[in-house]
């Protein structure tokens, strides 16, 4: 499931949920995403505002992507669902898009920043 309208009552970048179990498998799931354009992947990019994963194993996702007309804003978000939907023990997956706040480059990782020459 995909949604482009902010969430009411929900901040924009609320903390990952870290402590989960299935952390760890989201955002490796999340780094076999990659804008066609770009060639690193939207985890490293810096792209994904937030991770929430509750106790039922539902997973909510709130994304970003470089620039409001990017080509591929319409399909990113699925392609971000279908890498973490065949998780095991994932029950459901929601992905927020949202350009508030807009994405900078001093959101990638080093990683990303190595990649792109930027270090």
Known sequence: ?????????????????????????VVEACRTVYDPEIPVNIYDLGLIYTIDINSENEVRLIMTLTAPGCPVAGEMPGWLADAIEPLDGVKQVDVQLVWEPPWGMEMMSDEARLELGFM
Not at 2 to 20: C, F, Q, R, V, W
């Open 1 to 25: 499931m995909t949604d482009t309208a902010p969430m009411e009552g929900t901040p924009l970048i609320a903390p990952s949920t870290t402590d989960h179990a299935l952390y760890d498998a």
